[in-house]
């Protein structure tokens, strides 16, 4: 059973940082690409950032250069370091992984930034 779980999310003023984790479990990690995507109320969910079996990353515009994927293959997580926040980053931030065409998702977790 494939499980993601994320951490890391919560209340944080304009300008300051969090970062986030998905632990993943059921699936081969190292070949996976892994993403998070984030839903703001009323809103789509969008794509952030990816990161790809073979290291390669890219990032939604609105947060190149603030924000940075990376994997550690040997614990089976991905983080989401996020920098100089804003308040249209308040969403609620979902982990997903795509494994041979299948598309998983975490539970999702809050980050809410304020002015």
């Known amino acids: 059973q494939v499980q993601l779980v994320e951490s890391g999310g919560g209340l944080v003023q304009a300008g300051g940082s969090l970062r986030l984790s998905c632990a993943a479990s059921?699936?081969?990690?190292?070949?996976?690409?892994m993403a998070w995507y984030r839903q703001a109320p009323g809103k789509q969910r969008e794509l952030v950032a990816n990161?790809?079996?073979?290291?390669?990353?890219n990032y939604q515009d609105s947060v190149k250069g603030r924000f940075t994927i990376s994997r550690d293959n040997a614990k089976n997580t991905v983080y989401l370091q996020m920098n100089s926040l804003k308040p249209e980053d308040t969403a609620v931030y979902y982990c997903?992984?795509?494994?041979?065409?299948?598309?998983?998702w975490g539970q999702g977790t809050q980050v809410t930034v304020s002015s």
């Open positions: 059921g699936i081969g990690f190292s070949l996976s690409a």
């Open positions: 997903n992984a795509q494994y041979f065409g299948v598309r998983h």
């Open positions: 990161s790809f079996s073979d290291g390669s990353t």
